[in-house]
């Protein structure tokens, strides 16, 4: 069983949504999208987030980056910010 669960990492993901606003994460499926993205470019050279990473595989420390709040989701709008 994957440590935290996916309603624990939606929680965190989307704790910062003021009420009303549109949640950042809407399913599972979004989670395993950003949590497999981060573990792609952990597996292309990119640097951990976390500490004692050493013999953890790239995917686990995708998890826990995401739940730790070291990697963030963005919702489209703010993509649009970001790119603009």
Do not use: C, F, W
Request: net charge negative; charged share 30%.
């Amino acid at each position: 069983m994957i440590h935290p669960s996916y309603v624990e990492l939606m929680k965190v993901v989307n704790n910062d949504v003021a009420i009303g606003e549109e949640p950042v994460v809407n399913s599972r499926y979004s989670i395993v999208i950003a949590a497999a993205k981060r573990a792609r470019q952990l597996i292309a050279g990119a640097d951990p987030l976390v500490p004692n990473s050493y013999g953890k595989k790239p995917l686990s420390i995708a998890v826990e980056e995401l739940y730790d709040g070291d990697v963030k989701i963005l919702s489209e709008d703010e993509k649009e910010k970001v790119t603009e």
